[in-house]
C-alpha cells in the first residue's frame, strides 16, 4: 500500500519561504516520478513541479526560478522549497507518485499553503 505524507505547510508573507516535505512508504522510491502539485479554490489541480528517478526537473512557469523540487531517495522523500511566494501561490499542494513503468499513480492528503499580501 502506497502512502504519502505531506508536510511544511502553512501560513507565510508574501516574499517568505516555505518547505514541503513528503514521505513515501510501501513502494521503492527510487524508481518513481515524484510531483508536486496545487490546487486552490475553484481552480483545477495544475503540476507545480516534478522530478523523475533520473533527476529530471520540470516546472510550471509560474514557479520557474522560485521553486525549487529534490528528492532524497535514502529518506524516501521529496521536497519542494519555495521562495519569494506570493498571494497567487496560495492552495492546497498535493504530493504525487507515479510509477514510471505502469504509469499508474498516488496522491498525498495535501497540505494548505495560504500567501498574505
Known amino acids: 500500500q502506497v502512502q504519502l505524507v505531506e508536510s511544511g505547510g502553512g501560513l507565510v508573507q508574501a516574499g517568505g519561504s516555505l518547505r514541503l516535505s513528503c514521505i513515501a512508504s510501501?513502494?521503492?522510491?527510487?524508481?518513481?516520478?515524484m510531483g508536486w502539485y496545487r490546487q486552490a479554490p475553484e481552480k483545477q489541480r495544475e503540476l507545480v513541479a516534478r522530478?523523475?528517478?533520473?533527476?529530471?526537473?520540470n516546472y510550471a512557469d509560474s514557479v520557474k526560478g522560485r521553486f525549487t523540487i529534490s528528492r532524497d531517495n535514502a529518506k524516501n522523500t521529496v521536497y519542494l522549497q519555495m521562495n519569494s511566494l506570493k498571494p497567487e501561490d496560495t492552495a492546497v499542494y498535493y504530493c504525487?507518485?507515479?510509477?514510471?513503468?505502469?504509469?499508474?499513480?498516488?496522491w498525498g492528503q495535501g497540505t494548505q499553503v495560504t500567501v498574505s499580501s
Open positions: 504525487n507518485l507515479l510509477r514510471e513503468l505502469t504509469r499508474r499513480e498516488y
Open positions: 522530478i523523475t528517478s533520473g533527476g529530471i526537473t
Open positions: 510501501g513502494t521503492i522510491f527510487s524508481i518513481n516520478t
